[in-house]
Every structure is written in C-alpha cells, then in structure tokens.
C-alpha cells in the first residue's frame, strides 16, 4: 500500500487542478484554459476573414496549434486522473473536449482539393470550445437546474402552439389558397410559425379580408406567446434563487460525479472519498 501512496496523492493532485476550483491552482488552471478558449474562437473567425496578409494567417495556425496541443495534454490528464476514465469520455463535455481537438490533427489525414470542404468543416468544429467555458460558470449552474425543472411545462407548451398552428395554418389554406400563396397546408403551418413568433419574412401575406384579419389574431398573440417560456423559466430560476443551489466545485476521482452539497465530504453516487487540499 505505501508503495501506492504517492501514485494516488499524485492523481489526486491532478484532479483537484483540472477538475475543481476551490483551490489557487485550480482557479488559476480554470482562468487559463477560459483565456486559451476565447482566444481560440477569435482564431477561427479571424481564419474566416479573406484578405487578410499571409503572414497572419500563418501566425494564426501557429497559434491555434500551440492551443489544441494544450488542449490535448487537458484532454489526457483528465482521463488519467480519474478511476473510471469512461465516465468522462462518454460524459457531455467529455464528447465536447474531443470534439474540440481532433479537427486540427484530422485535417492530416485528408488531403487532396475536394475534401477540402471537409477539411473546413472540421477546422471549424473547434467553435465547440466555447461550450466548455459554462463548466467554470458557476451560475450556470442555476440556469441549467431551472431549465431542466421547467422542460415537463415547455414542451406541454411547445405541443399547444405547435397544435395551435396546424389548426391556423389549415384555417388559412381554406381562406386564402393558392392564389395567395398558400399552396400547400404544410406552408400555411411555416407561414403561421412565422407569424406566431413574429419573425415575419413576408414571402406569404394574406390578401382576403378574413385572412387578414386571422393574421392580425395571430399576430398579437405572438407576443403572448413568446413570453411564456421566459416566465416558466424565470419562476425555476426564483424558485433557486431562494431554495439554495449548491455550488460545490468538487468533481468525485472515481466517477466523475460533480453535483454534491456544499459540505459534501464523500459522493454520494459512489462513496468516494472527495479529495480537497484544505484537509
């Protein structure tokens, strides 16, 4: 067991940097890996400008090449400094992190003029790195909860208006038809979403009186509507507000468990001892 010691302090280590910010380090790891993110996506959009002189374009790879190898030896040490590395690979941003890294080094392996689409494409994946920056969003944490316990009352709302459209967009195929451009009742369905969520292109526009006057209807409740999923949200996000959410930074070394209390001392998913500096 002594000989092990020093392996298990050494992952322990590595975890609490990578994978936790309640210590220096670990807010330090976490403020630089928010700047590499930003810069990389300043990057890929500046990699997208045309004209611009070549020697930028060669500095930008450079760059962006000194950032995925970083990003890479990110990837890695978080798959060794955890037990269960599965946990973490198949996990959400486990899946965004490899994302994120593998375009660079694909771009190798395909060559020739007409996969050089594909090569674009997958240069352009490492836009996927911006999602990595609400893992060090603490009040991220509230949004998601709130959104999560308001999925059940959005989609019963979603299947309403969805409902509501078919049966105005049907409405208008009747009224208006084809001489106005309803042609179909699939696009009096696109037309009336559209128009219930006031984007408005104006490719269809009712010419009858009465269908006007539908539109006028579905116009105004637009706006009823569009509020809605807001206000359910908003309500969560209260509700968490004053029932505390707990911001404990500390992610379990054996199953990549992240959502423990405050004063949690060991997962409560597998019973792993929840290693902190402090102690």
Known sequence: MENNSPDITWK?????????????????????????????????MLESVKGLPLETYRLLNYAEWVITVFFTLEYVARIISIKKPSSYVFSFYGIIDLLSTLPLYLSFFITGTSALLAVRALRLLRVFRILKISRYISESNRLA??????????????????????????????????????????????????????????????????????????????????????????????????????LNTQSCSNCNEDEHSDSAKFCHKC?????????
């Open 145 to 246: 909860k709130a959104i999560k316990d308001s999925r059940a009352k959005i989609l019963v709302f979603l299947f309403a208006v969805l409902v509501l459209c078919i049966i105005m967009g049907t409405l208008m195929y009747i009224v208006e038809g084809e001489e106005s451009g309803f042609k179909s009742i699939p696009i009096s369905v696109y037309w009336c979403i559209v128009t219930l969520t006031t984007v408005g292109y104006g490719d269809i526009a009712p010419i009858t009186p009465l269908g006007q006057f539908i539109a006028a209807i579905i116009m105004v409740m637009g706006y009823g509507i569009i509020a809605v999923p807001t206000g359910i949200v908003s309500a969560e996000y209260t509700q968490h507000q004053i029932n505390k959410v707990h």
């Open 271 to 279: 019973g792993e001892h929840l290693f902190n500096d402090h102690e």
């Open 12 to 44: 322990n280590q590595l975890h609490s940097i990578i994978y936790e910010a309640d210590t220096r380090i670990g807010k330090l790891f976490d403020v630089i890996l928010l700047i590499l993110i930003v810069l990389s996506i300043i990057f890929v």
